[in-house]
Nanobody
Framework: QVQLVESGGGLVQAGGSLRISCAAS????????VGWFRQAPGKEREFVGA????????????SVKDSVKGRFTISRDNAKNTVYLQMNLLQPEDTAVYYC????????????????WGQGTQVTVSS
């Protein structure tokens, strides 16, 4: 069992930055890949990116890659059982609820492949 608690969302002006944290329970957290997803108002939830268990490799969704390239960075600190999503140069279109999720298998872009989810944290970017 893995429990995930997100924090760090909020209201920020366009051009600002936020870092979302995803704190996990469980000693084996470091074994698992973690994905970040977001759901904008009126839209389906979409995959943003993922990081492997060791933190050695990160992936960003092709569908959002151009929009987040150079602005979003996923990292993790396994000693703290925490994964981060650093978001810079935020734009109003980044407004969404952001979720972290753990997969017991290899990372994928499919949300159905992730077994454990955080409660989500709201990020609102004002223009």
């Amino acid at each position: 069992q893995v429990q995930l608690v997100e924090s760090g969302g909020g209201l920020v002006q366009a051009g600002g930055s936020l870092r979302i944290s995803c704190a996990a329970s469980g000693r084996t957290f470091r074994r698992y890949a973690v994905g970040w997803f977001r759901q904008a108002p009126g839209k389906e939830r979409e995959f943003v990116g993922a990081i492997t268990g060791t933190g050695g490799t990160t992936y960003y969704a092709d569908s959002v890659k151009d929009s987040v390239k150079g602005r979003f960075t996923i990292s993790r600190d396994n000693a703290k059982n925490t994964v981060y999503l650093q978001m810079n140069l935020l734009q109003p279109e980044d407004t969404a609820v952001y979720y972290c999720a753990v997969t017991l298998g290899r990372w994928t872009e499919g949300e159905s492949d992730y077994e454990y989810w955080g409660q989500g944290t709201q990020v609102t970017v004002s223009s």
